[in-house]
T-cell receptor, first 113, second 110 residues
Framework: DAMVIQNPRYQVTQFGKPVTLSCSQTLNHNVMYWYQQKSSQAPKLLFH???????NEADTPDNFQSRRPNTSFCFLDIRSPGLGDAAMYLC????????????FGDGTRLSIL | EDQVTQSPEALRLQEGESSSLNCSYTVSGLRGLFWYRQDPGKGPEFLFT???AGEEKEKERLKATLTKKESFLHITAPKPEDSATYLCAVQAGTGNQFYFGTGTSLTVIP
């Protein structure tokens, strides 16, 4: 029944070693979002795709990239993870960009050694 | 500056003790306000959307209300399974920007 699926649930990588997180959805929603959430903080939007149209938040570091090869899948690439990038990464979808609730996956907890 | 503030940060209730959580916002051009529940180690789960001042939504023991400056999530006779972090988010502006609050951590003690 899971509609937004994130893999893996837990990811450990080394300082500076590229890592990719994945998200898939069965809702056929047009919009996919990536958020970073640190402990006891609000989710912080990194970027979103409206269909194939990529929208980067102004304060998202260049170290973070994203790919959306098709409607169902979206990837978050961290090119050179630093210790400050350890966080929960949440993927969400919404049917459209208008006034629509977002549906979240259960996140990937990223640890940096 | 657009902002969403939730209070209190943490709340402990006895089972059956009703209370309210607050979400206040200062944004331009509110489009809607969303309430989510987040359990530890999980993603936020959608609860309600409120579109305009005066609107109310209910689901089981939860009731959300909206004014021009804030929203309340009222919890009536809570149970331990209501323990979670409750997040509010506001969608606003011509770009439909999404702003999350930092949440209220609710603990209901049996």
């Amino acid at each position: 029944d899971a509609m937004v699926i994130q893999n893996p649930r837990y990811q450990v990588t080394q300082f500076g070693k590229p890592v990719t997180l994945s998200c898939s959805q069965t809702l056929n929603h047009n919009v996919m979002y990536w958020y970073q959430q640190k402990s006891s903080q609000a989710p912080k939007l990194l970027f979103h795709y409206y269909d194939k149209d990529f929208n980067n938040e102004a304060d998202t570091p260049d170290n973070f990239q994203s790919r959306r090869p098709n409607t169902s899948f979206c990837f978050l690439d961290i090119r050179s993870p630093g210790l400050g990038d350890a966080a929960m990464y949440l993927c969400a979808t919404s049917r459209d960009r208008g006034l629509q609730p977002q549906h979240f996956g259960d996140g990937t907890r990223l640890s940096i050694l | 500056e657009d902002q969403v503030t939730q209070s209190p940060e943490a709340l402990r209730l006895q089972e059956g003790e009703s209370s309210s959580l607050n979400c206040s916002y200062t944004v331009s051009g509110l489009r809607g306000l969303f309430w989510y529940r987040q359990d530890p180690g999980k993603g936020p789960e959608f609860l309600f959307t409120l579109y305009s001042a005066g609107e109310e939504k209910e689901k089981e023991r939860l009731k959300a209300t909206l004014t021009k400056k804030e929203s309340f999530l009222h919890i009536t006779a809570p149970k331990p399974e209501d323990s979670a972090t409750y997040l509010c988010a506001v969608q606003a502006g011509t770009g439909n920007q999404f702003y999350f609050g930092t949440g209220t951590s609710l603990t209901v003690i049996p």
